[in-house]
């Protein structure tokens, strides 16, 4: 009986292809957009986790100028920091793995003919373990040229695409504004960080070799911190806060001249944004949804008008009141299902297309697939209710005499 | 077939009224008659003579305000919707004047309708159906549209979809009443065919006294009251 009742609910559907078509196109474009949205809203913040966790965690980044400014923004005019204090968070502060001081400037880079505008960044060994980069080939710097601040680099990926081509840049001579430079090492890529901006695109020198050949002083415009594993990067921040206010000696009360950002807390941060906006763009489509299902009804009722008299029919020839009601109700669910079906495969389609446009991942969520088919059938089973109803209630004198 | 003699439809000072009130239409006011078992029953009347109130009580799709309606010896005015329906499922079939067939739905789906509810196998169903349709002498027209067929022959798929159940009761409002003398007389002639050879009591609507003239008995009726009941001498 239940298979009779589907099978006559697709008959009905057929009959009316066009209108049926239309009808579940609300349901259609609800469950398309829904899907759509959320599978993009979770690709992204996939992507700004990822990005985050690629600078490192566990990684505090010290700035100078005021609390308050994003990571990235342009840095005021606050002091700089030095050599010693980042030899000073190193040795006075438990928990700490790893202090790069860095120093850095936007600069053109040269090899023969081609030349690229690339940050140029003056540090230590400890900036590649902080920011857990790793080495694709060559090595990394020597103590003696650390030291000495002798001119040698390490070049991020897109650099090389840049200025080396197919050729491998190990060895082979850079110049930066005036200055040659031997590479000595190759980063392996880490892509796009959290906030979009190419962590490839960096050449690495000696901390002396930048103070002294390039910028012509002894400033540290920022320190990376990378605390051990086992140790809260809270309890590293404030250790770093209170030890920086004493050495530059900001009195109580005095407002912060420098600022810590925990990339941890930035992280998750980014990702419950993302994850809100990604929740109540999906409500916004879901009510696209009920609206597709308000159409359903319409269109149900329209049908139980139209069809009075089949109706008048069936209950003459011995239906059940329920047997009426469950045709009607099983049409509705039947359509906004495939309705829902069409609405997933569109969905996914969308995001797919706009994950590669986004340049986010495409995260495939079974649940929102299921949850957005089953969402699509409780719409039909609460917008064909009442229609569905309706037809059952009938007197079968009246439908038989229906025009 | 003369009638075997039991009483399949009983009607006791049956009366049904509608409305409330000042406003209240007595349609039947104490109707009394007795259908045995393998009767043709003509029921005549003019309009608002309460005949087709009748009809709709004995097909048990309405119930009375008054008095008493057994089928079989069952009180049917004290049964519920869902009681009611099975009765008409499994003891009655409709004809109607106007056909009331499924529109876009073949000739053969449509008598094979009240064996969906009555929860039968398609392949059983499809061989009753295939039957009936042989029986009101439309072998071949199984896969056509109730609009690809004449009247004659859609009232004679009607007639199958009634029959498909082998009911005890045949109930035919008007079925002549859109059709011309010729398809008329055909259609008579299958009601007779039925009710001789397969014992269905037939109880028919008409207005046409050609047509009522097939009967063995005529029950007039006049202001929601029996007017008349006779047997009929001319019935062939």
Not at chain 1, 219 to 224: L, M, R, T
Not at chain 1, 289 to 303: F, K
Request: a neutral charge.
């Amino acid at each position: 009986m239940f298979l009779e009742t589907i099978l006559l609910a697709f008959r009905a559907i057929r009959r009316n292809a066009l209108r049926s078509t239309l009808t579940a196109l609300g349901i259609i474009i609800g469950v398309a957009a829904v899907t759509a949205l959320v599978t993009i809203g979770n690709g992204t913040t996939q992507s700004v986790v990822s990005g985050v966790s690629r600078l490192g965690s566990n990684l505090l980044s010290v700035r100078s100028g005021e609390p308050g400014g994003a990571p990235g923004s342009a840095r005021s005019t606050a002091r700089p920091f030095n050599a010693a204090d980042a030899a000073a968070i190193a040795d006075q502060i438990g928990g700490v793995k790893a202090v790069a001081p860095i120093a850095s400037a936007k600069v053109t880079s040269v090899v023969g003919n081609e030349n690229w505008e690339t940050s140029v960044a003056g540090t230590l060994n400890t900036y590649f373990e902080a920011g857990q980069w790793t080495l694709a080939s060559g090595r990394l710097f020597t103590d003696g040229e650390l030291h000495a601040g002798n001119p040698v680099c390490v070049v991020g990926e897109t650099v090389r695409q840049h200025l080396f081509g197919k050729s491998d840049p190990i060895g082979q001579a850079l110049r930066l504004q005036r200055i040659p430079c031997t590479v000595i090492g190759l980063l392996a890529s880490k892509g796009a960080g959290a906030f979009g901006m190419d962590q490839d695109d960096i050449v690495i020198i000696p901390l002396r070799a930048f103070q002294r050949r390039i910028a012509g002083n002894v400033d540290v415009d920022f320190i990376n911190v990378a605390a051990r594993a086992d140790t809260a990067t809270a309890k590293v921040k404030r250790d770093v806060e209170n030890l920086l206010r004493e050495r530059r000696r900001i009195g109580t009360g005095q407002r912060d001249d420098f600022s810590v950002f925990d990339m941890t807390e930035i992280s998750s941060t980014l990702s419950n944004i993302t994850t809100v906006l990604t929740g109540l763009l999906s409500a916004v489509a879901a009510v696209s949804l009920l609206v597709g299902g308000i159409g359903i009804m319409n269109i149900m009722l329209v049908s139980v008008t139209e069809r009075t008299r089949e109706i008048g029919i069936r209950l003459a020839i011995g239906a059940l009141r329920r047997q009426v009601l469950a045709q009607f109700l099983v049409e509705a669910v039947v359509l906004s299902l495939f309705g829902g079906l069409i609405g997933v495969a569109i969905g996914l389609s969308v995001a797919a297309a706009m994950a590669g446009w986004l340049n986010v991942p495409f995260v495939f969520e079974p649940t929102v697939v299921v949850g957005s088919f089953v969402f699509s059938g409780l719409v039909g089973v609460l917008f064909g209710y009442f229609p569905a109803r309706r037809a059952a209630n009938l007197n079968p004198i009246d439908a038989l005499r229906h025009e | 077939m003369p009638s075997t003699g039991a009483v399949l439809i009983k009607l006791q000072d049956l009366a049904r009224s509608y409305g409330q009130g000042s406003a209240t239409v007595n349609a039947l006011r104490g109707v009394s008659l007795d259908i045995a078992e393998g009767e043709f029953v003509a029921i005549m009347g003019p309009s608002g003579s309460g005949k087709s109130t009748c009809m709709n009580i004995m097909g048990c799709l309405d119930t009375p305000t008054g008095g008493h309606f057994y089928f079989r010896g069952l009180d049917v005015g004290a049964l519920s919707n869902d009681q009611r329906a099975l009765l008409r499922r499994h003891y009655i079939g409709f004809v109607f004047q106007g056909y009331n067939l499924l529109p876009r739905t073949s000739a053969i789906e449509n008598v094979e309708l009240p064996l969906i509810y009555r929860q039968m196998g398609a392949r059983e169903r499809r061989a009753l159906a295939l039957n009936a349709m042989r029986q009101v002498g439309l072998a071949g027209w199984e896969n056509h549209a109730p609009n690809e067929l004449s009247g004659g022959q859609q009232q004679r798929v009607a007639i199958a979809r009634a029959i498909v159940t082998a009911p005890a009761l045949l109930l035919a409002d008007e079925p002549t009443g859109n059709l011309d003398t010729a398809r008329s007389l055909e259609i008579m002639n299958l009601l007779i065919h039925l009710n001789r050879s397969e014992g269905i009591t037939i109880v028919m609507v008409t207005h046409e006294p050609d047509m009522a003239a097939f009967a063995q008995r005529i029950v007039r009726f006049k202001d929601g009251e029996i007017e008349t009941d006779q047997l009929n001498s001319k019935a062939a």
